[in-house]
Nanobody
Framework: QVQLVESGGGLVQAGGSLRLSCAPS????????MDWYRQAPGKQRELVAR???????YYEDSVKGRFSISRDSAKNTVVLQMNSLKPEDTAVYYC?????????WGQGTQVTVSS
């Protein structure tokens, strides 16, 4: 079973930047859409950004203009560049990938933004 592995989380001060990466645990067929979700303590998991197989992107309103999603389809990797981070961005960030009717999730990476 293919797993997704996230990296790049950590602690950063408000206004700083982090770059999250996600890659499959082994070589696998190309994914369709790839997403980043996040879940803050006591809150539901929410979609942050999505990138389609064709490269079209979507962003949740609160991150527009600050976050950027990109992918390398040949390597099946997805990156979330997060700039101008705010304390309210603190959450566990999860990578998700889809292929046909299959959905794959990563284990999550903690992002903490201090004020």
């Amino acid at each position: 079973q293919v797993q997704l592995v996230e990296s790049g989380g950590g602690l950063v001060q408000a206004g700083g930047s982090l770059r999250l990466s996600c890659a499959p645990s082994r070589s696998t067929a190309r994914f369709d859409a790839m997403d980043w979700y996040r879940q803050a303590p006591g809150k539901q998991r929410e979609l942050v950004a999505r990138i389609s197989a064709g490269g079209s992107s979507y962003y949740e309103d609160s991150v527009k203009g600050r976050f950027s999603i990109s992918r390398d389809s040949a390597k099946n990797t997805v990156v979330l560049q997060m700039n101008s981070l705010k304390p309210e961005d603190t959450a566990v960030y999860y990578c998700k990938a889809e292929r046909s009717e299959n959905i794959y999730w990563g284990q999550g990476t903690q992002v903490t933004v201090s004020s």
